[in-house]
């Protein structure tokens, strides 16, 4: 019953009690381990060839690939060392853009024209928008990176507001997960993430004065609620309550 982990040559055992327990997704509450990313492994593998067949073309000189024939030397030839030594000298950068000069029928042949701004551009643009899309980033974001227009300004900001909801759903999912855990057990202190988004910050605030002026119309009312029944009304938590003689 322990957990053993490998990086590299190194492995460690751990204690369940040495772990901090947490699940990114789970079906029936048990754990589902099935994340976006590796969701997207054969996306991120055919965006990382693109990337290599690029930087492939330009680490050989910038230069398509060719045949040189020449149909009546025989292998070995001096022509064919010749040839040879001037294109390894023309693939070094500070020799690139000369003239290279042939003697006997020669024949060029074009294997890869690569004359595009970039290869693959289409491609590449919809595997990056999958990507965007299955950690629900906005669509007028991945719209702007495809070169396309983002929408009106309303729904922007809605899909924004939702973009930055599931974050700091996921940060108070940390939050509690750490400080129940880690932190309080071990040093009596609580994390605390920064909210990044603060218009949410701003309705919370509104809803929160709205919510203590109708506490404040139940307790002029005389209306028989207990504090329990308040202190979920307000969202307080048992953590932000003074205990009983606390200053």
Not at 68 to 78: A, W, Y
Not at 135 to 142: A, G, L, Q, Y
Request: proline share 4%.
């Amino acid at each position: 019953r322990m957990y053993e982990q490998k990086v590299g040559q190194n492995t460690r055992l751990f204690l369940p009690d040495q772990v901090i327990h947490g699940k990114f997704a789970s079906v029936d509450g048990k754990v589902y381990g099935y994340t976006p990313v590796a969701a997207l492994s054969s996306t991120l593998s055919t965006l990382r060839l693109i990337k290599d067949h690029i930087g492939t073309f330009f680490d050989n000189g910038g230069v398509p690939d060719w045949i040189f024939n020449f149909p009546k030397e025989e292998p070995g030839s001096d022509n064919l060392k010749y040839l040879e030594q001037q294109l390894m000298h023309y693939k070094q950068n500070t020799n690139k853009h000369g003239t290279l000069l042939t003697t006997g029928e020669f024949t060029p042949t074009q294997l890869n024209r690569f004359d595009k701004d970039m290869e693959f551009k289409e491609l590449a643009v919809y595997y990056t928008g999958l990507i965007a899309l299955s950690f629900n980033m906005p669509i007028h974001r991945i719209q702007q990176a495809m070169g396309k227009s983002g929408g009106s300004s309303s729904g922007n900001e809605l899909a924004d507001s939702g973009y930055w909801r599931s974050i700091a759903s996921f940060q108070n999912y940390l939050e509690d997960l750490f400080n129940t855990q880690f932190f309080e057990p071990r040093f009596k202190v609580r994390l605390i993430f920064n909210k990044s988004y603060k218009q949410d910050e701003v309705r919370e605030t509104d809803i929160l004065t709205k919510k203590l002026s109708a506490v404040e119309q139940m307790s002029r009312l005389g209306l028989p609620v207990n504090d329990q029944y308040i202190y979920s009304l307000l969202n307080l938590k048992p953590q932000d309550l003074l205990e009983e003689g606390e200053e």
